[in-house]
């Protein structure tokens, strides 16, 4: 598959994604094995203390390193998390947050991931959360992602 075909696929896939449109978020980046998803803090994705919800930090967190995951996939396959683990850092406060998810090892039928989430604020950014994921591909479901 051609890089352009990688980032169409991706694409599609994530444009098909509910909760993504629902939180305001938008694909960025996509390379192989590596994928950048952002999202601008508005009161409605944020909780009580005005900062940006885990669960919008968690989902962005996800999808980064699932599409990531998707990229290095053949044709005809999709992918689903099957398994991650979210360490926040530092509240999520910021003109952007930023997830960037990469590829640790791709395999046949599972794949690890991680994501690092940032808070961007001018040209600074802070490391506010940092994800693994188990991915696993899944045949006949091409462009699926969680």
Do not use: C, W
């Amino acid at each position: 598959m051609t890089l352009e075909e990688q980032q169409d696929r991706v694409r599609a896939s994530f444009d098909k994604q509910g909760l993504m449109a629902t939180l305001g978020a938008s694909l960025e980046t996509v390379l192989p094995g590596k994928v950048e998803i952002a999202l601008t803090p508005r009161p409605a994705v944020s909780q009580q203390h005005g900062f940006v919800h885990a669960g919008a930090v968690s989902a962005i967190a996800d999808s980064a390193a699932g599409y990531a995951a998707l990229s290095l996939m053949p044709a005809g396959t999709g992918v689903l998390t099957t398994e991650f683990k979210i360490n926040l850092l530092s509240p999520a406060t910021g003109d952007r947050i930023i997830a960037r998810g990469q590829v640790v090892k791709a395999g046949r039928t599972l794949t690890l991931a991680q994501a690092e989430v940032f808070a961007q604020t001018g040209r600074e950014e802070r490391l506010v959360a940092f994800l693994t994921a188990t991915l696993m591909s899944i045949e006949g479901r091409e462009g699926i992602s969680d």
